[in-house]
């Protein structure tokens, strides 16, 4: 579990914007990247490269 101590320090390494504990509590979500950073072993891994796309919200205004 993440402590709310240490969601208060995590920000994307992306945007530098603060991150949120998503619904399942599994990974930690950039709302402004549209990313979602894994937590394993109760340790976030804050790595772009780790992240993975939020599905379902990709943006439909310049869709090919
Ligand atoms: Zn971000």
Do not use: H, Q, W
Not at 24 to 38: I, K, Q, S, T
Request: include cysteine.
């Amino acid at each position: 579990m993440i402590s709310k101590e240490l969601l208060d320090i995590l920000a994307c390494p992306k945007c530098k914007e603060p991150v949120r504990l998503d619904e399942e509590n599994a990974g930690l979500v950039c709302d402004a990247c549209r990313l979602r950073y894994p937590i394993r072993d109760d340790i976030p891994v804050m790595l772009i490269d780790e992240a993975e796309p939020l599905a379902g919200t990709e943006p439909t205004d310049n869709g090919a």
